[in-house]
């Protein structure tokens, strides 16, 4: 028998969230965000869950947006980080997909390859994130750029914001975008899940939904299941061993925590090996038998342990969910001073993937 470690995923419950997504989006077309392997959910698993749904499919690496083609993907392709370097350039104009242009110097490049067709791209204008784009102070340059290439066809502009999800929001990169923008008229990309659910007013052209896809909330203050999102990835496992411990005993390495009464202790076979969060402290919630319980004492490679005193009826080979149906990834990312982007991401190869 393998170890009991599965990461369950719902593909219809992906599919569910995208056209949440699309429903709040209004009349604008919504890129499926499927970069880094799908938020953990595996790239092609996703993207083929959503091919009869999704408008486009956004990610990063161009070889995984030639993988997407490969496996008889139609809708437009966006890399969200554009080209880097010039061999990439025919490869874009071959696969039809279409480069975010972040830098004059990626400009200068376009310029330069000698392109016999015209690339659609996504210029990125900098409103204050200032991770990516052109300044405002770059635009007149970018600008004069695109009127003379001969490389550049549909340009859309996009920004992206920093503060969607609370915070200072979206209104002054907002105004600083229509400032910019002011004059063109091309199509416009601008929010991101978080700008999707409390700043309708951006949907503008196209969106770009990416954790909301996934079913978790980019909100610390409206859950996911508020927000109408079912979980995708469910990370489910049993109880391998059962310890009775004594007030005063100590549990697991560096003995983090000890018994304030007697405790009975499940031994769970997942570890931070499987990407569970190694710094998640005693007291993040976990799930045994349908009953939620807490850790307890730290995370190992491959397993942790978990408190059962109230759950009499569980023992050895009890189910247990880590995150994902019945307990929000957007818990047990908060406890471990996280969010649940980064539990997605961290999904280990080793855990076995079945779809639902
Ligand atoms: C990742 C990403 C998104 C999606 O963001 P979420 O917060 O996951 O919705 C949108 N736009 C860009 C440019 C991104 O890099």
Not at 131 to 159: C, D, H, K, N, Y
Not at 308 to 319: K, M, Q, R
């Amino acid at each position: 028998m393998p170890r009991p470690i599965r990461a369950r995923i719902d593909l219809a419950a992906l599919r569910h969230n995208y056209l949440v997504a699309r429903r709040h989006a209004g009349s604008a077309k919504a890129w499926a965000v499927v970069k880094a392997n799908a938020y953990g959910h595996g790239l092609l698993r996703s993207a083929t869950a959503l091919a009869e749904v999704a408008d486009g499919f956004a990610l990063l690496d161009l070889a995984d947006a030639i993988a997407l083609r490969d496996a008889g993907m139609r809708q437009p392709i966006l890399l969200l980080e554009g080209f880097f370097e010039p061999a990439d350039i025919p490869l874009c104009a071959e696969y039809g997909l279409i480069p975010v242009v972040h830098c004059l110097e990626q400009l200068a490049m376009l310029r330069n390859a000698g392109l016999p067709v015209r690339l659609s791209i996504y210029l990125k204008l900098n409103t204050g994130m200032n991770r990516l784009g052109i300044t405002p102070a770059q635009l007149p340059a970018a600008q004069r750029e695109l009127a003379v290439s001969p490389a550049i066809g549909a340009v859309t502009l996009m920004t992206h914001f920093a503060e969607a999800d609370g915070g200072r929001g979206i209104a002054q990169q907002l105004a600083c975008f229509d400032q910019m923008s002011g004059g063109w008229s091309c199509p416009v990309s601008l929010a991101n899940s978080a700008a999707i659910l409390r700043h309708p007013q951006t949907a503008r052209d196209w969106v770009r939904p990416g954790i909301m896809l996934y079913g978790s909330s980019p909100f610390g203050d409206e859950s996911a299941a508020e927000l109408g999102l079912q979980p995708v990835m469910t990370l489910a496992s049993r109880i391998v061993g059962v310890q009775e411990i004594a007030v005063g005993e100590r549990v697991g390495y560096g003995g983090l925590f000890v018994a304030e009464r007697p405790t009975r202790l499940g031994i769970v076979a997942c570890g931070y090996a499987d990407g569970y969060p190694r710094h998640a402290p005693s007291g993040t919630p976990i799930l045994v038998a349908g009953q939620r319980t807490e850790t307890l004492g730290r995370v190992s490679m491959d397993m942790l342990a978990c408190d059962l005193t109230e759950i009499p009826e569980a023992g050895v080979d009890s189910p247990v969910i880590l995150w994902g149906d019945g307990l929000p990834a957007d818990e047990v990312a908060a406890s471990a001073g996280t969010i649940s982007y980064e539990l997605f991401c961290a999904l280990a190869q080793r855990v076995p993937v079945v779809e639902v």
